[in-house]
Nanobody
């Protein structure tokens, strides 16, 4: 059974930092691109960041570029999202996702999803 489990969310003050993790089990993910998406109440799902299987290329959404950093540890089948300079607008449920091959901005193309971890940023 393939599963993705996010962790590391919580309540932080504006300007603070969090590091999210996504642990994969059931198989190795070396040939899969990985991504983070987020969704706030009443808003559509938003692309946050993606990383190719080789970790040689990354993509970021405009709203987080310069503040967030995506990385992966293939030996541990774990994906990370380092979030710095958090803002109240970053409040959302954050999901990790995986797909075979190249990454995509479209969540519809990802076949594996975690259940999400809540990030709340207060003023």
């Amino acid at each position: 059974q393939v599963r993705l489990v996010e962790s590391g969310g919580g309540l932080v003050q504006a300007g603070g930092s969090l590091r999210l993790s996504c642990a994969a089990s059931g198989r190795t993910w070396n040939s899969y691109s990985l991504a983070w998406f987020r969704q706030a109440p009443g808003r559509e799902r938003e692309f946050v960041a993606a990383i190719e299987w080789s970790a040689g290329h990354t993509k970021y959404g405009d709203s987080v570029k310069g503040r967030f950093t995506i990385s992966r540890d293939n030996a541990k089948n774990t994906l990370y999202l380092q979030m710095n300079g958090l803002k109240p607008d970053d409040t959302a449920v954050y999901y990790c996702a995986a797909r075979y091959g190249v990454s995509s901005y479209s969540g519809n193309l990802y076949g594996y999803w975690g259940q999400g971890t809540q990030v709340t940023v207060s003023s």
